[in-house]
């Protein structure tokens, strides 16, 4: 069993910058693949960037590559989203999810999910 927690979200003026963490409970926390999505107001739950269970390999959705580095530490069962260079269609909550197994840009694949923090961005 996992549980997740987000934090870190706030309200920033675009082409600012916030840092996303993710704190998970369980002691099997690095055997998971871990993944970020995001639901804005009206819109479904879409996926934004994922990392395997080691780190080595990690995905993007098109529109924040190069704003957005993933990244976890396993000594610290923590997984970061380090967002620069914000823009208002980044405005959203934002949700950790972990994957045992399955496709890590589908969203009903993963199987725990944290509560979500809100990431605003004001032009």
């Known amino acids: 069993q996992v549980q997740l927690v987000e934090s870190g979200g706030g309200l920033v003026q675009a082409g600012g910058s916030l840092r996303l963490s993710c704190a998970a409970s369980g002691r099997t926390f690095s055997t998971y693949n871990m993944g970020w999505f995001r639901q804005a107001l009206g819109k479904e739950r879409e996926f934004v960037a994922s990392i395997n269970w080691n780190g080595a390999s990690t995905k993007y959705v098109s529109s924040v590559k190069g704003r957005f580095t993933i990244s976890r530490d396993n000594a610290k069962n923590t997984m970061y989203l380090q967002m620069n260079s914000l823009k208002p269609e980044d405005t959203a909550v934002y949700y950790c999810?972990?994957?045992?197994?399955?496709?890590?840009?589908?969203?009903?694949?993963?199987?725990?999910w944290g509560q979500g923090t809100q990431v605003t961005v004001s032009s």
């Open positions: 999810g972990a994957l045992r197994t399955g496709n890590p840009y589908q969203k009903n694949d993963y199987d725990y």
